[in-house]
């Protein structure tokens, strides 16, 4: 049997607890059955003080993981644009180099065409 630490003037931080039913030793008599039903009075409050708290750990783990998976989705989400992003970026470096190309192509003809039309005049 488990002490509360209420001779010792102990609080409830350190796993004691203030509602051991062992810890109203006056109210209860000496008899070995009375200890014994104090004792599993102690194990029930117990069981229920870890209940309530192992639910809370629960909720607490639970909104950890949801947290978790929108961060992943984040992540993903920002990937895919990546990837978009830089197909994108490629096809108009694409389109520039090619624009380039046909006008470097349309100057290079009108410059032989002009070259034509000069040498034709004189």
């Known amino acids: 049997m488990r002490s509360c630490g209420r001779e010792e003037g102990g609080g409830k931080a350190g796993g004691t607890y203030s ?3 062992s810890c109203h030793r006056e109210e209860v008599k000496k008899s070995r059955w009375t ?3 104090a004792a599993r009075f102690d194990v029930a409050i117990g069981n229920r003080k870890r209940r309530g708290k192992r639910s ?3 909720r607490k783990w639970r909104r950890e993981r949801e947290r978790e998976r929108e961060r992943e989705r984040e992540r993903e989400r920002g990937r895919k644009m990546a990837r978009f992003e ?3 970026l490629e096809r108009q470096k694409e389109k520039q180099k090619k624009a380039k190309e046909q006008s ?3 100057m290079r ?4 065409i002009k070259q034509f039309t000069n040498t034709r005049e004189i």
């Open 35 to 37: 200890r014994r039903k």
């Open 109 to 112: 003809q009108s410059a032989t």
């Open 19 to 21: 509602s051991r039913a």
């Open 104 to 106: 470097r192509y349309q």
């Open 86 to 88: 830089i197909g994108r």
């Open 56 to 58: 809370v750990q629960r």
